[in-house]
């Protein structure tokens, strides 16, 4: 199975400034289509995880584009810009690349 | 609107089974993969398996698939999944997603 490791495991920002989450793939998730199958959720106390980013760096329907990612074929950034109330959770990485999905272990973003 | 509506919270008897429902809306229910994912208190997410509701074929992680079985009624638009010989590692909420979208998950809880 592929792993996904996340990076830090949490993080306290101050609302307003910039916060970077990473996921480290112990395999290449270009698949044969040159698609880069990377995706990144985010989990709001509570609830039901989103989807915020698909295919690495694809904002997803809805999504501020606060959000942004960008990565290789193994090494991936999440960057959360102006953070904001609502932006406090746990964030997941995952991959879609083959059966079975794995997530990373997620990174808890707080506020100062 | 795409809803997954899932059905309620389960207590339940260690060794006994559950099935949980997650029915579909909005959508053609029989053009989407179904996908299920578990996550235990406090923990992360893990993927269990998915259906094609289309013909009835299933994937399964292989640490479930002694544990669930997935089905699904195309006349009802409903997905479902059974647990078996459940512990108290069983314990946890599931969800049910088609990609983007999330049922709100239901807690499973096993205890005598």
């Known amino acids: 199975d592929i792993v996904l490791t996340q990076a830090p495991l949490s993080v306290s920002v101050t609302p307003g400034e910039s916060a970077s989450i990473s996921c480290r793939s112990s395999k290449s998730l270009l698949s044969s289509k040159g698609i880069t199958s990377l995706y990144w959720y985010l989990q709001r106390p509570g609830k039901s995880p989103q989807l915020l980013i698909y295919?690495?760096?694809n904002l997803a329907s809805g999504v501020p584009d606060r959000f942004s990612s960008s990565g290789s074929e193994t090494d991936f950034t999440l960057k959360i810009s102006k953070v904001e109330t609502e932006d406090v959770g746990v964030y997941y990485c995952g991959h879609r690349l083959e059966y079975p999905w794995t997530f990373g272990g997620g990174t808890k973003l707080e506020l100062k | 609107e795409v809803l997954l509506q899932q059905s309620g919270a389960e207590l339940v008897r260690p060794g006994s089974s559950v099935k949980i429902s997650c029915k579909a809306s909005?959508?053609?229910?029989?053009?989407?993969?179904m996908h299920w994912v578990k996550q235990r208190p406090e923990q992360g997410l893990v993927w269990i398996g998915r259906i094609n509701p289309a013909n009835g074929n299933t994937v399964y992680a292989e640490k479930f698939k002694s544990k669930a079985t997935l089905t699904a009624d195309k006349s009802s638009n409903t997905a479902y999944m059974q647990l078996s010989s459940l512990t108290s590692e069983d314990t946890a909420t599931y969800f049910c997603?088609?990609?983007?979208?999330w049922g709100q998950g239901v807690m499973v809880t096993v205890s005598s």
């Open positions: 909005g959508y053609t229910f029989t053009d989407y993969y």
């Open positions: 997603t088609r990609s983007v979208y």
């Open positions: 295919q690495m760096s």
